[in-house]
C-alpha cells in the first residue's frame, strides 16, 4: 500500500472530448509525476510538479497540461482526446530530493 | 540520456524455479536503478532499489537484484517463484542530478504450475 491514490479508476471518452484525471497522497509526497502506459509499454514521463509549478516535461503535446494543489495533490488535463490516448494514466509521488515514486493504481483511459 | 533495455518481453518458468529477468542500462553518470512489479489492472509496486553501497540488493518478496557497473546490467533474480509471482516487471534507472526514472518497456513473467 503506496498511500497514492487515483481517481476514477476507468473513464470512456470519444476523440476530441476533454478529461481530468486526480491523485492524491496521503504521506506528504510533495512532488508528483504522471506517466502515460501504453498497453505492453512500459510508463512514459509526462510531467513533474513540484511547490506547484512544472519542474520537468517528457515528450507530450501542450495539451497534456497539469496542476498541483496546495496540499500536494494534483489534476492531469487531456485537451482534444486523441485514439492513441487509450492509455493507463499513472502518478507518482515522492518527495524532493528523494529517489524513490510511489504509485497510485492508475485510471484507465479509453478514447473511442 | 539514460535509456533501459530488458532483454526479454517474456519469461515463462515452472513454479518452484529460479529465474532471473535481465536488465541492462546506457548512462553516463552515476545512476539509481529499481525494479517494479505489475499485477494485471493494478499500477506499480517497488520491489528493491538501488542507490548506493551493496551490489547485492534484497527486496520484498524473495527477489534480489545485483549491480553490476562494467556489464551496466541490474538483473532481478529470485531461487524459487510461485504462482503469485506472475506479472509485467520493470527495470529503472535515474540518476545525474534527476530523480526521474526512465522505465524499459517490461518483462512479462509467467509461472506455469
Known amino acids: 500500500e503506496t498511500g497514492v491514490t487515483q481517481s476514477p479508476t476507468h473513464l470512456i471518452k470519444t476523440r476530441g472530448q476533454q478529461v481530468t484525471l486526480r491523485c492524491s497522497s496521503q504521506?506528504?509526497?510533495?512532488?508528483v509525476s504522471w506517466y502515460q502506459q501504453a498497453l505492453g509499454q512500459g510508463p512514459q514521463f509526462i510531467f513533474q510538479?513540484?511547490?506547484?509549478?512544472?519542474?520537468g516535461r517528457g515528450n507530450f503535446p501542450p495539451r497534456f497540461s497539469g496542476l498541483q494543489f496546495p496540499n500536494y495533490s494534483s489534476e492531469l488535463n487531456v485537451n482534444a482526446l486523441e485514439l492513441d490516448d487509450s492509455a493507463l494514466y499513472l502518478c507518482?509521488?515522492?518527495?524532493?530530493?528523494?529517489?524513490?515514486?510511489?504509485f497510485g493504481p492508475g485510471t484507465r483511459l479509453l478514447v473511442l | 540520456a539514460q535509456s533501459v533495455t530488458q532483454l526479454d518481453s517474456q519469461v515463462p518458468v515452472f513454479e518452484e524455479a529460479p529465474v532471473e529477468l535481465r536488465c541492462n542500462y546506457s548512462?553516463?553518470?552515476?545512476?539509481?536503478l529499481f525494479w517494479y512489479v505489475q499485477y494485471p489492472n493494478q499500477g506499480l509496486q517497488l520491489l528493491l532499489k538501488?542507490?548506493?553501497?551493496?551490489?547485492l540488493v534484497k527486496g520484498i518478496n524473495g527477489f534480489e537484484a545485483e549491480f553490476n557497473k562494467s556489464q551496466t546490467s541490474f538483473h532481478l533474480r529470485k531461487p524459487s517463484v510461485h504462482i503469485s509471482d506472475t506479472a509485467e516487471y520493470f527495470c529503472?534507472?535515474?540518476?545525474?542530478?534527476?530523480?526521474?526514472?526512465?522505465f524499459g518497456r517490461g518483462t512479462s513473467l509467467i509461472v506455469h504450475p
Open positions: 507518482a509521488c515522492q518527495l524532493a530530493g528523494q529517489e524513490t515514486q510511489y
Open positions: 504521506s506528504g509526497h510533495n512532488t
Open positions: 510538479y513540484y511547490r506547484e509549478e512544472e519542474n
Open positions: 548512462s553516463s553518470v552515476s545512476v539509481y
Open positions: 538501488y542507490l548506493s553501497g551493496s551490489t
Open positions: 529503472a534507472v535515474s540518476g545525474g542530478g534527476s530523480y526521474i526514472p526512465t
